[in-house]
T-cell receptor
């Protein structure tokens, strides 16, 4: 079975540009998570969805960030306008439920560089 | 609030030796789950092992075992018979009942296995 698929794998953009990161979760998984990883702050949870509905977006840094999940097989994380401090690796993860193990399956990440 | 602490930024271990990675946590939740993930240089996050707070036995998965000491709030990962492919960053993570969807990660420990 295919894992979590993220695109693009790498993105280099200039400050002020809009960035859209995409994620396809594992089929059948009902939870989807967006994480950001930086050297300074480690892995931070930005937002997570359950059955396509955002449950907790308290980790979204500011209004420049938005996330959507229009259906069970697709989610986007958008940054508009982008800033150099947004440079990071953005991970999408999905899980089937949360009880018991409920481990998260991660995509390979999208490395964003904002110049 | 929950907190995960990994005090070892990096470790060297010789091939075939065992290595213990420290993880302490702080939570007021009566029920919680503890996880370990591996992140090789290629960047993906790989789930290794899970321990529930009410599990009587320490979790084991192949060469990985979790030394769970609930009273001390520690969940150390033991890797037995280290292999060169074990060289990676290792993250301890937890989630609690007050925010079961929020898997919070520690800062990580870089492990380098030498021949």
């Amino acid at each position: 079975d295919a894992g979590v698929i993220q695109s693009p794998r790498h993105e280099v953009t200039e400050m002020g540009q809009e960035v859209t990161l995409r994620c396809k979760p594992i089929s059948g998984h009902d939870y989807l998570f967006w994480y950001r990883q930086t050297m300074m702050r480690g892995l931070e949870l930005l937002i997570y969805f359950n059955n396509n509905v955002p449950i907790d977006d308290s980790g979204m840094p500011e209004d420049r960030f938005s996330a959507k999940m229009p259906n069970a097989s697709f989610s986007t994380l958008k940054i508009q306008p982008s800033e150099p401090r947004d440079s990071a690796v953005y991970f999408c993860a999905s899980s089937f439920g949360l009880m018991g193990t409920g481990e998260l399956f991660f995509g390979e990440g999208s490395r964003l560089t904002v110049l | 609030a929950q907190k995960i602490t990994q005090t070892q930024p990096g470790m060297f271990v010789q091939e075939k030796e065992a290595v213990t990675l420290d993880c302490t946590y702080d939570t007021s939740d009566p029920s919680y789950g503890l996880f370990w993930y591996k992140q090789p240089s290629s960047g993906e996050m790989i789930f290794l092992i899970y321990q529930g707070s009410y599990d009587q036995q320490n979790a084991t998965e192949g060469r990985y075992s979790l030394n769970f000491q609930k009273a001390r709030k520690s969940a150390n990962l033991v890797i037995s018979a280290s292999q060169l492919g074990d060289s990676a960053m290792y993250f301890c993570a937890m989630r609690g009942t007050d925010s079961w969807g929020k898997l919070q990660f520690g800062a990580g420990t870089q492990v380098v296995v030498t021949p």
